[in-house]
């Protein structure tokens, strides 16, 4: 990372005090210049966290290491010779919060990791509805205004996806997640404090975000973008693969409701707006067959639906 430039960490407990002011300025920096910050004292409970992570890195040796050997072996990804650019170095699975929750359909899950995360999942989401009234209070906008926005008839999607990024023999033929914008609203990520490889690109380089303990990573995706007219952006991001030590990542994505009507809000447009107007559900299904693409043709194709067809959307990828 450049020297003079210093990843956005927010300590969530000032916003009580009288550095306020402070807070919220720094946390509407990152928002326009980042895409991305970082929030400690956010009210999690650490031991809850420690749980999760314990789980988490249990679930993946007993349930997912031997099935991601495998796919490795059938993939021809266990002898690495050239640069890999259509697969990602990841072990996921996926847990649905809302509308309604699969946590009793996730077969090899225990119990006591089920409960953990019901109960993770819940704080995780007030927390991203603190969050989203935050970001309306500095951008001008009505308190509410962006969960109303989320809402939809439906309420919003939430979910988490846990992954976990074995060690790689040789990190520069693979990423463990290609680059990409998120498509969705507001992403809070607890991601582990050991093992990096998360990095976002700002001003054309590739930053690392920091590993820091029971912090919780918060970036916005293509949503807000639009909705805030482009005062705040989504960022590329991606995951390198490290050849030592097995990266966890719990990312959790609140997402407006599937029939969630977004446009930039009348407040933040002065004339035309570039941004297009668009059924969430929409975007979604163009969304995910053009993941790893840029976000500005997704953008201008939306303004346009008959151009949807010229991204030639292939793959499919969780929408929660």
């Known amino acids: 990372m450049e020297k003079n430039m210093k990843f956005p960490v927010v300590d969530f407990s000032k916003l009580n005090g009288e550095e306020r002011d402070q807070t919220m300025a720094l946390i509407n920096e990152a928002c326009e210049n980042w895409g991305f910050f970082e929030i400690v004292n956010h009210g999690l409970p650490h031991d809850l966290m420690d749980k999760i992570e314990k789980m988490t890195k249990e679930h993946y040796k007993t349930c997912q290491e031997q099935k991601f050997n495998d796919m490795l072996k059938s993939k021809g990804l266990d002898n690495l010779q050239t640069e890999v650019e259509d697969v990602d170095w990841e072990s996921t699975f996926y847990v649905r919060h809302l509308p309604q929750s699969n946590l009793n359909d996730i077969s090899d899950v225990s119990d006591e990791y089920r409960t953990a995360m019901k109960d993770f999942g819940k704080r995780l989401e007030n927390l991203a509805e603190e969050l989203l009234d935050l970001l309306c209070e500095n951008l001008g906008l009505e308190k509410g205004y962006l969960k109303k926005v989320f809402h939809g008839t439906k309420g919003p999607t939430f979910g988490t996806k846990v992954s976990n990024y074995p060690p790689c023999p040789k990190p520069e033929m693979i990423k463990g997640l290609r680059a990409h914008t998120d498509a969705g609203g507001i992403i809070l990520l607890f991601q582990d404090d050991k093992v990096s490889g ?123």
């Open 198 to 320: 998360l990095q976002l690109l700002k001003d054309g380089d590739w930053i690392d975000v920091p590993p820091l303990n029971h912090s919780i990573v918060i970036n916005l995706g293509d949503q807000l973008e639009v909705i805030t007219n482009g005062k705040y952006k989504s960022v590329m991001h991606r995951v390198v693969t490290q050849q030592e030590g097995n990266r966890m990542s719990v990312a959790s994505f609140y997402n407006p409701g599937s029939d969630a009507e977004i446009s930039p809000a009348t407040s933040l447009v002065e004339k035309d707006s570039e941004y297009p107007s668009f059924v969430f559900d929409d975007y979604m299904k163009l969304y995910a067959g053009v993941k790893f693409q840029p976000k500005e043709p997704r953008f201008a194709a939306m303004k346009n639906a008959s151009a949807v067809t010229e991204l030639n959307p292939t793959a499919a990828v969780e929408t929660f």
